[in-house]
């Protein structure tokens, strides 16, 4: 069963930084996949930044510059980091992995992210 547990979110002012981190439970190789989403209030999830077993990274257009991603593969774990953050970056925030194997999806709890104005 693989678990992804996020921390790190919070509530910012406009033009601050946050890193989210994910820590997933066993091997990140399980993984063909990983990435972050994020769903605002009425609004649906949408993809933030995701990575290909090949190491591509792709962002969306409204983070790039703005936000990274990274891994570090001993630790199990992904992060996000955000910087320059505009009210419109508010939402939770998801991390996702999709198993290798089986092409399932895992998503962490989310972790809420406030930037004030």
């Known amino acids: 069963q693989v678990q992804l547990v996020e921390s790190g979110g919070g509530l910012v002012q406009a033009g601050g930084s946050l890193r989210l981190s994910c820590a997933a439970s066993?091997?990140?190789?399980?993984?063909?996949?990983m990435g972050w989403y994020r769903q605002a209030p009425g609004k649906q999830r949408e993809s933030v930044t995701t990575i290909t077993a090949g190491g591509s990274t792709n962002y969306a257009d409204s983070v790039k510059g703005r936000f990274t991603f990274s891994r570090d593969i001993a630790k199990n774990t992904m992060y996000l980091q955000m910087n320059d953050l505009k009210p419109e970056d508010t939402a939770v925030y998801y991390c996702?992995?999709?198993?290798?194997?089986?092409?399932?999806?895992?998503w962490g709890q989310g972790t809420q992210v406030t930037v004030s104005s």
């Open positions: 066993g091997s990140m190789f399980r993984f063909v996949a």
């Open positions: 996702n992995a999709k198993s290798r194997l089986t092409s399932q999806d895992y």
